[in-house]
């Protein structure tokens, strides 16, 4: 790797992200104690009811997420029913539930707002499970599974690869007869994931998983470590990006009166009831947890009224898809090395186009000239922008002013209708195209696409360091994408499918250059549309691919007393 592409790789990012400091967190909405009765499951303002018993049956990577440094992905296939009935039982006392994770996260929030530091004063390792289709055969029956709603869950990932756009050629590497795990060979009947803050808890934490399991008729297929990357590269995947910055807020109130997406617009602003803090809108939670109130396709101040039918069992739990994704570095910064000579600009300038933010995590829709990292470190302001409208400016609740917040001091996004800041078919406006309208009719049908993203990267980092050996280029790296959802077909396949992959929807304007794949008779060629200072559009054809699919699953991730309950027993 060498030239322009491998100088701005090695230079990413000059300093650490200037991170929000001195801030009190205001305390929890406190309902009365009227109000946080259950009553038909709302809290006071109609919110969902998060009570103690669903608190502690839903599990933790589902509602609120790990989000640890460290991850351990078990992939595991069952060889005596029996005895992974008595493994399954010994597992549900270990799995983390919602109010755990909650609790931790909370306290880790408020304490990084005051320090600053992203590194937690406590520890914790917490534990996640999931079930594939396969599984469900073998523990519960051919019944059991036909009663799952999903069908690309019944089929499974592998059945349904080349839908996805991955290569119909056995011999690509992206082929699921290629895959290191999921594909063809074999697709796992259980996920079970570890994370902590700690390597080494999380090491011993899965070797006794898999120890015990052994013991049971439950074998490892595979294991995949990652990691958080280091540094000021901390929070970024391996093209460099920071990830994982925009994440829908999920409405609800736990037992105790705290709101799951805390609220720190000022009331009487009309969006504080749309969304969360600036740029994060409220999702009600059945988009992402069976059984509870799903959002409405054309107001999203009411859940909707149809529910779909739910077995009891799989009641408050979340389908589950990792993808396994590898990532060719060199060639995507190659790439951006070229295309930014062809268009007269910088190659870190046309990546970020690519991906919609700058390698900071600063929105280009904020900051179209050059990367900003104090809008960056800004969780209230970084999110806050759209994309055909100009943004309005917000005002934060009177609690998080009082609390240290100074307001939104950055420069506000300007309407970009035609993709002259963002261009259209930029990853984050593909996947998600905000306040624009789409094939689908209002943004509002936005909102029933939206996942809970649960990724972490693999491999050792490339970016950032100078001269890297031959034997660290060509090091294994990539991705661990991981999304919980209600619906795989409505919510990840859609996406993929109907906008990524597509160079004409969501709007016009060619593939998402980062995960987009087309295969046409085996022509995987993509293009991706920048629009030039005259306002015209000019067409960039991509040759390469640098996301390729190496394995992974749909699975279902059940409520924690289904898995020592339901799923044990004969």
């Given at each position: ?25 205001p305390a ?17 303002g109609?919110e969902?009811?998060?009570d103690?018993?669903?608190?502690a ?35 549900a ?6 109010r755990e994770?909650?609790?931790f ?18 520890t ?9 289709a396969?599984?469900?055969?073998k ?25 996805l756009g991955?290569p119909?050629?056995?011999g690509?590497?992206?082929?699921r007869?290629?895959w290191?795990?999921?594909g063809?060979?074999g ?6 994931t ?11 934490a ?22 958080n990357?280091?540094?000021?590269l901390?929070g970024h995947?391996?093209?460099?990006f ?6 829908p ?32 809108p409220?999702?009600?939670p ?9 959002q ?27 993808r ?15 295309a930014?000579?062809e268009h ?27 990367d900003?990292l104090?809008l ?9 922008f759209?994309f ?5 400016s ?31 078919a ?13 094939d ?6 936005t ?18 360091v ?9 090091a ?21 499918r ?5 160079p004409h929807?969501?709007?016009?304007g060619?593939?998402d250059p980062v ?9 995987r060629?993509r293009?991706f ?12 054809l991509v ?6 699919a ?19 027993s004969a």
């Open positions: 790797m060498s030239g322009e592409g491998a100088e701005a790789l090695a230079g990413l990012l000059s300093g650490p992200v200037e991170r929000l400091s001195g801030i009190t967190l929890s909405t406190q309902f009365t104690e009227a109000s946080r009765s259950l009553l038909g499951g709302e809290a006071e109609g969902p009811l998060f103690a018993a669903m608190t049956e839903i599990q933790g990577n589902v509602i609120p997420g790990f989000n640890k440094d460290h991850q351990r992905f078990l992939f595991l296939a069952i060889d005596d029913v029996w005895g992974a009935r008595a493994w399954l039982q010994w597992l006392p270990r799995l983390s539930s919602m994770v909650l609790d996260r909370r306290e880790f929030r408020r304490e990084r707002m005051l320090s600053g530091s992203a590194d937690p004063s406590t914790a390792t917490w534990t996640a499970f999931a079930i594939s396969s599984g469900i055969v523990l519960l029956g051919e019944e059991a599974l036909a009663e799952m709603g999903d069908e690309a869950f019944r089929q499974g990932m592998a059945a349904r690869s080349t839908l991955d119909a050629q056995p690509h590497p992206g082929h007869d290629q290191r795990v999921g063809t060979a697709e796992a009947d259980f996920l079970v570890v994370a902590a803050d700690k390597p080494e808890d999380a090491e011993c899965a070797a006794e998983i898999v120890e015990t399991g052994a013991r049971s008729g439950v074998r490892m297929l595979f294991e995949q470590v990652g990691a990357l280091p540094g000021v901390s995947e391996h093209f460099g920071k990830d994982g910055v925009s994440q807020g999920i409405r609800g109130v736990t037992e105790d009166g705290e709101h799951l997406a805390p609220r720190y617009l000022d009331a009487r602003n009309p969006h504080s009831r749309i969304f969360g803090k600036a740029g994060q409220l999702i009600w059945g988009q992402f947890v069976l059984g509870m109130p799903r409405h396709p054309a107001d999203p101040l009411v859940p909707a009224e149809d529910e779909p039918t739910v077995p009891d069992w799989a009641k408050h739990g979340s389908y589950l898809v990792c396994r994704l590898e990532q060719d570095v060199p060639a995507f910064w190659d790439f951006a090395a070229r930014a000579a007269g600009t910088t190659t870190v300038h046309f990546a970020s186009m690519m991906v919609g933010r700058w390698p900071s995590g600063a929105p280009l829709s904020r900051s179209p000239e050059a900003d104090r960056a470190g800004d969780e209230f302001a970084n999110s806050h759209q055909d409208d100009d943004t309005r917000w005002t934060p609740s009177k609690e998080l002013v009082e609390g240290g917040y100074r307001g939104d001091r950055h420069p506000r996004a300007k309407a970009d209708l035609f993709g002259q800041a963002c261009p259209v930029g990853h984050i406006r593909k996947v998600n195209p905000r306040d624009s309208g789409t689908f009719g209002a943004p509002a049908d909102f029933l696409r939206l996942m809970l993203r649960r990724g972490i990267p693999y491999g050792p980092a490339l970016a950032g100078e001269d890297p050996s031959p034997e660290l280029v060509a294994e790296r990539g991705l661990m994408f991981v999304a919980h959802m209600a619906s795989i077909e409505d919510q990840f396949e859609f996406v993929t109907r906008w990524a992959n597509s929807q969501p709007n016009t060619g593939h995960i987009g794949q087309s295969d046409v008779y085996g022509d060629r293009t549309e920048v629009t030039s200072a005259s306002g015209d559009r000019e067409a960039v040759d390469r691919e640098w996301v390729t190496t394995g992974g699953g749909y699975f279902f991730a059940p409520a924690i007393s289904a898995v020592g309950g339901r799923l044990a």
